[in-house]
């Protein structure tokens, strides 16, 4: 091919014949860059061809970051990362063969780095680069402390991200819609992403078998709208009932070890389970903001078990280290990512005071004991958006913004839920995200919680102060 383009290039006009050694020289050379632009191109092509989903950005960090991509097949990976202001500075990650029994995923570490340095990165498939139509970037937190104040940044979070498959749906109206969600978050430039549960929702043909859990995920992480979100967002996550198991599932599930597999193939977080527990609890700083993200499933009591010793939602490990991780928190803000409403007064549905209130209750009086100020809850599950508080004894706020759904179908009765604890004009009913934007000086810390609408428009806002 390559010989016949060039044959028909140096004798498409007479003129060649006329010109000099050294015009014909420049004119070939000009041809076989063509030539050599059209096979890279076609190259990268291919190796976009073999692009399941991603690249995305997991944890990130100042001195390393991760880096995660899928292949349709069996292949090589390979990150190429340079300082945005140095093109020349090019580095690699480790190479990582994708296998179908971690479901082709690739997870590659990008270091070392330097703190607060903004970086461009580069997919390779098999060493070939991936052409894409989108920004990948990543920038490591910046090293404030004993310098400056901490620097401001804005944390997107959302739940409920149901992606239809038809057939093997359920019959009827599609429960996934309005996927443009994600590309008006990807526009507000978040620095990080929480995923708060239900991020994928395995259907009755995928639940009890590794095959039908990894297409699941697969299926949902392929959506073309959310892979401009992947690729330069750090994304954090937990689980809830849908991507954990079947619905309202717990502790007893059976295949809840090949959830468990599939979650940490497909999510960057910076670890997975405590205290040598299974499980998807984490705990990271991001600035000067520490956040837990806790796992409502894997050691839970099933909810109908009302005669069960011992009822719990988090099990003893977990919450043990939860409750001394939060009294050793230093941070202006605690962040408590958990898959269902905690502070919420309802006592219905999955709702912590309904199921397990004593475990709920034990948490609230360890924060009041302790004297912590500042913990946020983020949850999910609810198919509606809310921020409910509670001022305990001490005076201290404990806040729960619960932000439902992404894509999924909205609860109808939200309405006409009963919670004493809900801030006024916060209940939302529509597909919606959420974001928080921490600022303000070391001592003065402030949050301004920002609830959005598919097509990124506000619709409400609140700002928390600090308390000292």
């Not at 994708?98 to 580069?122: D, H, Q, W």
């Not at 299926?219 to 967002?233: F, Y």
């Amino acid at each position: 091919m390559v010989r016949s383009l060039f044959f028909e290039q140096r004798n498409s006009s007479p003129i060649n014949r006329r010109l000099l050694p050294s015009q014909k020289i420049q004119q070939v050379m000009r041809h076989l860059f063509i030539i050599a632009c059209l096979i890279l191109s076609g190259s990268a092509t291919a190796q976009h061809k073999l692009l399941q989903s991603g690249p995305m950005l997991g944890y990130v960090d100042m001195r390393e970051v991760l880096l995660w991509a899928q292949t349709k097949e069996a292949a090589t990976v390979q990150f190429e990362f340079w300082p945005a202001d140095q093109p020349k500075a090019v580095r690699s990650t480790a190479r990582v063969r994708t296998e179908a029994t971690s479901g082709f995923t690739a997870k590659c570490i990008a270091s070392p780095l330097e703190p607060g340095v903004n970086y461009i990165y580069r997919l390779k498939i098999n060493g070939k680069a991936v052409s894409l139509p989108y920004p990948t970037t990543f920038t490591t937190q910046a090293l404030w402390q004993f310098r400056t104040d901490p620097p401001a940044f804005t944390v997107a979070a959302g739940s409920c991200n149901y992606v239809n498959e038809t057939v093997y749906d359920r019959p009827g109206k599609p429960y996934g819609s309005e996927h443009e969600i994600f590309t008006s978050l990807a526009a507000k430039k978040p620095d990080l992403m929480l995923w708060l549960g239900d991020n994928t929702y395995l259907r009755e043909p995928d639940w009890s078998t590794r095959t039908g859990i990894y297409h699941r995920y697969t299926h949902s992480r392929s959506l073309p709208e959310v892979q401009p979100l992947l690729a330069s967002t750090a994304h954090y996550a937990t689980w809830d009932d849908h991507d954990f198991g079947p619905n309202d599932s717990d502790a007893t599930w059976v295949h809840k070890g090949v959830s468990l597999e599939a979650f940490q193939d497909f999510w960057g977080n910076p670890t997975f389970g405590v205290e040598g527990e299974p499980g998807v609890t984490t705990a990271f700083k991001y600035n000067d903001v520490d956040f837990f993200l806790l796992d409502n499933r894997y050691h839970r009591t099933p909810n109908s078990c009302k005669t069960c010793p011992e009822r719990t939602m988090l099990g003893k490990t977990q919450l043990k280290w939860f409750l001394e991780a939060l009294s050793a928190s230093t941070a202006p803000f605690k962040i408590v990512a958990i898959g269902g409403q905690v502070v919420s007064g309802n006592a219905a549905h999955e709702t912590y005071i309904n199921l397990y209130k004593a475990e709920r209750d034990s948490i609230l009086v360890h924060i009041e004991r302790e004297n912590i100020k500042n913990v946020i809850f983020m949850t999910g599950d609810r198919h509606f958006t809310e921020l409910s508080l509670l001022t305990n004894s001490k005076g201290n706020a404990i806040y729960d913004l619960t932000t439902s759904s992404l894509t999924a179908g909205i609860y109808a009765g939200a309405a006409k839920e009963q919670n004493p604890y809900r801030v006024d004009s916060t209940l939302t009913t529509v597909h919606n995200f959420s974001t928080l934007t921490f600022s303000g000086p070391r001592k003065d810390r402030v949050v301004e919680i920002k609830v959005w609408d598919k097509d990124g428009k506000e619709l409400w806002s609140k700002t928390i102060t600090s308390q000292k």
